[in-house]
């Protein structure tokens, strides 16, 4: 049941302004592309001023060069816990525009969806987060604990801005986070881990008509990924099927021989590259999975004392897996309840998101729980309806008074 002060706060939602918010968000181009050094730049300053007007305090800290994060607080009156409301500014390409119905960054809408690349992938569920601290400043809500805005870059890449929230110090004040992405506000407690890893096999360059004058990268890198394969149902027999996350996956995503040029049909090239893209649920290590990799790579190469493999970790991201009794999690299911009317759904992310670096780099308890249909990201077309833009920002001001305020 709502309590005065959260129904008070409900009502200061201003789902207009929620609206045109998320239309001006999708409207900054914030696509990292060749050459371009301020990606999501402008989106910040903007995202920051806003931020301003609201009375929060405000930092714009550059993660790295032309890659800023906000970050905003709101300070609660005793002290107390710190939640975090988490997104990123960064979006992918929107691909070939003439393949699009509306313009990628036209923020149009249209029977009742906002469309654009990033009105999904999370430019709403940002400016859900941002009218819901608006309702509580704009109610007078006296919290006991304060609110922190993480409006971050790079998180479509290698996620240096979360990296650089981390590096600085903010994580170790947060108590708790919601990460703001699209799950349909589900309350997504556990996402998959991920690891890249480039392998490289060396072997001898030979012509194709005399190949046992040499030795073939390729040929190896076949038996390596066959016994990947083999790895991967292992894994599925050792670990089972998650109930949120499904199995894990270990998928080859590149492979590539000869690496400096096209090569020829009667050359057998001396080095072969192939990417796996590994997908981890939780009781997986990566650094485990590493290790494995590792000696499948020794037994072939055993075989010939020519033969070389390599491995390049390009990323590492462990699983997360949220207990459901966590203060935040309570406070997000007992404010699906009360201020939608219906019962939570709880749900797992697939693959992974700036939680996962808070979570496993600064143990932040972390729930997955924005607005749009979980399958539309990255797609053309990309939309959010704005009911769930609506719906999200009630959640999260209830929530936020439930988790700050224990005792209403």
Request: net charge negative; proline share 6%; with cysteine.
């Amino acid at each position: 049941m709502l309590t005065p002060a959260e129904q008070r706060a409900l009502e200061h939602i201003d789902e207009d302004l929620l609206v045109r918010w998320t239309q001006e968000l999708v409207r900054f181009d914030t696509v990292p592309r060749p050459g371009r050094e301020h990606v999501e730049t402008e989106a910040a300053r903007w995202i920051e001023a806003r931020c301003k007007e609201m009375g929060l305090e405000t930092h714009f800290q550059w993660a790295a060069p032309g890659r800023p994060n906000v970050i905003a607080i709101l300070p609660g009156s005793e002290g107390g816990r710190r939640l975090m409301f988490e997104g990123h500014t960064d979006v992918v390409t929107e691909g070939d525009s003439d393949a699009w119905t509306y313009d990628p960054f036209g923020g149009e809408i249209v029977d009742g969806r906002i469309y654009g690349r990033g009105a999904c992938d999370m430019k709403g569920g940002l400016a859900a987060a941002m009218i819901a601290i608006k309702a509580l400043v704009d109610a007078g809500i006296r919290l006991k604990g304060d609110i922190l805005l993480g409006a971050l870059a790079d998180e479509e890449g290698l996620m240096l801005g979360v990296k650089d929230f981390v590096r600085r110090g903010w994580a170790k004040d947060v108590s708790a986070a919601i990460i703001c992405e699209p799950e349909d506000n589900r309350l997504c407690i556990a996402q998959k881990g991920v690891m890249w890893v480039n392998v490289t096999v060396k072997g001898k360059m030979a012509h194709g008509a005399m190949p046992y004058t040499g030795v073939n990268p390729i040929t190896y890198m076949a038996r390596f990924l066959a016994a990947v394969h083999e790895m991967e149902h292992a894994y599925e027999e050792q670990y089972g099927r998650h109930e949120f996350l499904g199995v894990p996956s270990l998928s080859p995503t590149r492979v590539h021989a000869p690496l400096q040029e096209h090569g020829t049909n009667n050359v057998i090239p001396d080095t072969c590259r192939a990417t796996l893209d590994i997908r981890l649920i939780p009781g997986q290590d990566p650094d485990t999975v590493l290790e494995g990799l590792r000696g499948l790579a020794e037994d072939l190469a055993r075989e010939d004392d020519r033969l070389r493999f390599e491995f390049d970790v390009i990323d590492a991201r462990p699983p997360t897996d949220t207990p459901r009794d966590e203060p935040i999690v309570q406070a997000l299911v007992s404010a699906t309840r009360d201020a939608l009317g219906r019962e939570p759904e709880y749900g797992g992310v697939p693959g992974t998101t700036d939680g996962t670096i808070l979570f496993t780099q600064a143990g932040v308890p972390i729930v997955t729980c924005g607005p749009g249909n979980t399958y539309i990201p990255h797609h053309v077309d990309e939309y959010v309806d704005i009911e769930q833009l609506v719906e999200a920002a009630r959640i999260y001001t209830v929530a936020a008074i439930r988790y700050l305020i224990p005792d209403t």
